[in-house]
């Protein structure tokens, strides 16, 4: 199954490419910067990670957080 990371997923284009990758099969896994507000994203993904894109610690423990996953596509 092909994996897709989709970062800012919590609301419009980014939610509608969660919605739709996740709808032909795909493994999404999804970013935003609150995780626990995000029902709707939640509902459609297979993973919910905290990130703000402008911190780079933020950026760098998320990279370690997915080092073993296969990504086959970054949005």
Known sequence: ?????????NRGIGLEFA?????AGWR???TCRDPESA???????????R???TDA???RALARTLEAESIDVLI
């Not at 092909?2 to 800012?8: E, Q, S």
């Not at 029902?39 to 990670?49: E, G, I």
Request: hydrophobic share 55%.
């Open 1 to 9: 199954m092909p994996t897709v990371l989709i970062t800012g997923a």
């Open 19 to 23: 919605r739709q990758y996740s709808a």
């Open 28 to 30: 999404v896994l999804a």
């Open 39 to 49: 029902d709707s994203l939640r509902a459609c993904v297979s993973a919910v990670h």
């Open 51 to 53: 990130l703000e894109l």
């Open 57 to 59: 610690a933020a950026v």
